[in-house]
């Protein structure tokens, strides 16, 4: 203990008072201690409050995720089943990157084998293009039906039309004029089936004012799809190239030639798949055909209409119900060049099917194309570009018997078209037209017949059809069949 001095002398400093032990309970006591939190509260207080920030980051997060999923689940549910998707980019990509993509074709077990190669990277989706998309599907869904009164409880009537619309304004012009002039078309629906997205098509088919219309798109169009299945990929092989020196370039399509050696063009590959996507959307889909009884007559952009042709149709029908209920189709159009109708206006013929002459005004009942949609397969896998030639196979190969039609001899259907893909003459329409009208003005005193008659059966069976080739594409054949898969 240390001392102090105090006055010269050393004195010793007092011993403190000892400290009073610790009671608990005692208030005195926990006055002297330090007013302090325990440490170990403050430690608890601080990892319980860090719980509950955390726990609500990971509900927020969890929340946006959920949200994100659930509108990307509902995109992929109206957008189009894409059989040959782009690859899903990086976390780091940037919208124009391309990663390289190597190509493997298949090969036989003693096949040389082949060097994969770096395909040409897809092109960018224009936003004009993925606009056209989403219009596209949006009308589809809507199917907005013009030129009635109360659309919610109009029904058609025994006879709808659908038309195939291309390109073609200057034809599809001539078809609207003779629709015009159609006596009772007021009472039919007119359904526009575009693979084309055009203004001016569209402004002209706003201006029909005469019957209901209703204007559905086909979806695969190769305007929708213009670098990429359906329509023209760049990895594509071209179509001349020879198969061995297709496989050793590497183009996706090397073991799909057709059955003449050559590759898919798209531009021809088009028209069948939108008549059979036509064919199964319009009797499955079209929400005011959905109990529907009636024909479907089916019609081209450059079709001519003559003006007695509703007249004759119910006619043509009634007599199918009592004359020849084993006849399976209709056909109100034909390629034979008939100067007068005098004494034939009234007379109709029973024939086999045949696609070189009955497949211009083809009306067809639901239980007609329920026995073709059961060929699916058939169709979407024979190797003919033309839909009308595939469907002659389908009478001699799948369908239960071959077609019998009943066909007027003065057709109420013309073709005005005299040039597209299978001619290579110039256009001329205004001069189609003219002869056409030129020879319904002349025979006019012949139309409208009172009673048709029968006047001739002719039903022998036919062979199969040459293939025109032009289909050997595999994904040709399995977007053909995903039609009637489709919601």
């Known amino acids: 203990m240390k001392a102090q001095r105090t006055q010269g002398r050393w004195k010793r400093r007092p011993r403190p008072p000892p400290a009073r032990p610790f009671r608990a309970g005692s208030a005195s006591s926990f ?119 109360k659309v919610s409880s109009w029904v058609p009537r025994e006879l709808v039309l659908v038309v195939q619309v291309h390109n073609r304004p200057e034809y599809l012009k ?40 209703l204007q559905v798109f086909f979806p695969f169009s190769i305007q929708l799809y213009p670098n990429e299945f359906p329509g023209t990929d760049p990895r594509d092989c071209p179509r001349d190239l020879e198969k061995n020196a297709a496989l050793k370039m590497g183009c996706i399509n090397a073991e799909y030639p057709d059955s003449f050696g050559h590759y898919r063009e798209a531009k021809f ?24 009884a009636g024909l479907i007559l089916f019609l081209e952009e450059d079709h001519y209409v003559a003006p007695d042709f509703y007249h004759v149709f119910k006619k043509m029908w009634n007599l199918k119900q ?62 003919d570009y033309n839909w009308d030639w595939t469907l002659q196979y389908l009478t001699v190969s ?35 037209s003219a002869q056409i009208e030129s020879l319904l003005n002349s025979n006019k005193q012949y139309m409208f017949p009172e009673t048709l008659t029968i006047s001739e059966k002719l039903t022998a069976a036919l062979s199969p059809p040459r293939k ?9 054949h399995e977007l053909c069949k995903s039609y009637r898969r489709l919601q």
């Open 322 to 383: 009592q004359e020849c209920p084993e006849c399976d189709v209709l056909s109100l159009g034909t390629y034979t060049t008939v100067r007068s109708f005098r004494d034939v206006a009234d007379k109709v013929d029973v024939k086999t099917w045949k696609s070189t002459e009955h497949n211009m005004g083809l009306a067809l009942t639901r239980d007609a194309y329920q026995k073709l949609i059961e060929c699916t397969d058939t169709f979407c896998t024979y190797d």
């Open 31 to 149: 006055t002297r201690l330090p007013a302090l939190p325990a440490p170990e509260t403050m430690r608890f207080r601080i990892y319980k409050r860090k719980v509950l920030i955390l726990t609500f980051v990971v509900a927020a997060c969890g929340f946006v995720l959920w949200s994100s999923n659930g509108r990307q689940r509902k995109n992929e549910a109206l957008a189009p089943p894409l059989l040959d998707a782009e690859p899903v980019r990086g976390a780091g990509a940037r919208a124009g990157d391309h990663p390289a993509i190597s190509v493997g074709i298949r090969r036989g077990s003693n096949d040389s084998a082949a060097p994969l190669v770096a395909a040409a990277p897809q092109p960018e989706v224009d936003n004009l293009t993925l606009r056209y998309r989403s219009l596209v599907y949006q009308l589809n869904f809507d199917q907005t039906l013009r030129n009635v009164d």
């Open 398 to 432: 799948c369908l239960p018997k071959f077609w019998k039609v009943l066909v007027p001899q003065v057709p109420r259907i013309f073709h005005a078209g005299d040039c597209g893909m299978h001619h290579k003459k110039t256009c001329r329409p205004s001069t189609q």
């Open 269 to 292: 590959s088009q028209t069948k798949h939108h008549w059979w996507w036509k064919l199964h959307f319009v009797w499955e889909r079209v929400k005011v055909l959905r109990d529907y």
């Open 468 to 476: 025109n080739g032009g289909w050997g594409d595999i994904r040709d």
């Open 174 to 213: 001539l078809l609207l004029d003779s629709l015009r002039k159609a006596q009772g078309i007021d009472n039919v629906l007119v359904i526009f089936s575009h693979d084309f997205w055009s203004t001016e098509i569209n402004q002209l088919i706003a201006g029909v004012d005469f019957c209901p219309v």
